[in-house]
Antibody, heavy 121, light 113 residues
């Protein structure tokens, strides 16, 4: 059974960099699938941040592209997101996800429990 | 970006009755080469991550009760719950994965009347 678990600071100061890691269990990232990040600000909808395949080139939401980096560490079977120059509008629940079927444009079939990140001084 | 618009924003239905949620995309999400609609539905309960219910507009995921069904094509889609159960109270989202960035509807909150 594939499981995803997010980890990282729950509080980040404005202008600093948000960094989260997703640890995958029950499946080897290097075996395939795209892996990604989605966020949900309080009381708002879901926003796709980006996805990456194994150690290939990531895909990013253009709205965040200038500030976001997604990477994979196959040796640790985890992937990460970094979002720079954060502001209060980056406060959100952050979910790591698996993209189904091994293609970048597919639904998100497995989700982590999510981790709440608050941007505040 | 493809804009996904759901209606209604909230819905109250009696137990055992039918619930219908609509989703409209700003452009077609039907792929003629794949002969598929790139449209998914998710169920989001408080304190839990969203759960994929339906992909390709009408294909139920494994383990999803058959009271959930998806229909539609092109730009207009519907999620139906044939006989509402108490455990179906949630926010439901549609999502297009036809083109990047993948985008979600604003969500429909389903409650018991």
């Amino acid at each position: 059974q594939v499981q995803l678990q997010e980890s990282g600071p729950g509080l980040v100061k404005p202008s600093e960099t948000l960094s989260l890691t997703c640890t995958v269990s029950g499946y080897s990232i290097s075996s395939g699938y795209y892996w990604g990040w989605i966020r949900q600000p309080p009381g708002k909808g879901l926003e796709w941040i980006g996805s990456i395949y194994n150690s290939g080139s990531p895909y990013y939401n253009p709205s965040l592209k200038s500030r976001v980096t997604i990477s994979v560490d196959t040796s640790k079977n985890e992937f990460s997101v970094r979002l720079s120059s954060v502001t209060a509008t980056d406060t959100a629940m952050y979910y790591c996800v698996r993209v189904a079927h091994g293609y970048q444009l597919c639904p998100f079939d497995i989700w982590g429990q999510g981790t709440m990140v608050t941007v505040s001084s | 970006d493809i804009v996904m618009t759901q209606s209604p924003d909230s819905l109250a239905v009696s137990l055992g009755e039918r619930a219908t949620i609509n989703c409209k995309s700003s452009q077609s999400v039907f792929s003629t080469s794949r002969n598929k609609n790139f449209l998914a539905w998710y169920q989001h309960k408080p304190g839990q991550p969203p759960k994929l219910l339906i992909s390709w507009a009408s294909t139920r995921e494994s383990g999803v009760p058959d009271r959930f069904s998806g229909s539609g094509s092109g730009t207009d889609f519907t999620l139906s719950i044939s006989s509402l159960q108490a455990e179906d109270v949630a926010v439901y989202y549609c999502q297009q994965y036809y083109s990047s960035p993948q985008t979600f509807g604003q969500g429909t909150k389903l409650e018991i009347k």
